[in-house]
């Protein structure tokens, strides 16, 4: 199976995550899961399922 391509993000984006994390009011898993959803490169936990079953 071919790996997924590597995610990327735009510099906005990046920054947009640091601000978050930096600013203390949420640790840094909680940006992360928050985010994650958001992100370009989302996939569902469904993408996963035939990587899983191999």
Sequence with gaps: MKPWPRRSFTPEFEAE????CQRGDRS???????RLHSSPGY???????????A
């Design 17 to 20: 995550i640091v601000d978050l």
């Design 28 to 34: 840094v898993g909680q940006v992360a899961i928050r």
């Design 43 to 53: 996939r569902s936990p469904a993408d996963y399922e035939g990587v899983l079953a």
